[in-house]
């Protein structure tokens, strides 16, 4: 946790061009290596080329859809204050740190690229406890992001045993 929210500091503090276009890069990149995510997805899971393809497809998906629309959900908004013309009322949304995920073995990669695309949109790092069972396509997946450009120790991993893993996350 520690690694994560001191390089998350950094992350919150740059734009969210930077950010999407980081995140831009991850899908592109995601997409090259479609073939290889969906293979791992395959190995680990049990699922047909095309139920692992569309998983992979989803985690594109989703990386798209929060880079494109992060600065929409995130700006600053104007509420109607309980007494109008007296108050005005304004909504700041800031990075909290660092998002706790913990991630199934069935859906691993669409389900860890909604939550860790959408939390770095946000400026948030990340740390994530993984299946046993499907930790390979999550590092994969992990170092498509670390070579579209998100800062190494933004994106921790931690793998074991249900319990007391998940606890400690």
Known sequence: YNISRKAQINWSEASFNSRRKVLLRAYV????????????????????FGQAFEEVYQAASSTHYNAVNSKKFLRQKRCKPGIPFLFKTKIFQRPLGVAAIITPWNFPV??????????????CGVVQKTDPKATLSILALRNIYLKAGIPQDLWQIVTGEGEPTGEAV
């Open 110 to 123: 669409s389900l860890t690229a909604m939550d860790v695309s959408a939390a770095l949109a946000a400026g």
């Open 29 to 48: 990149e995601i997409c090259a290596q479609a073939e290889l995510i969906t293979n791992l997805v395959q190995i680990e899971t049990g699922k047909t």
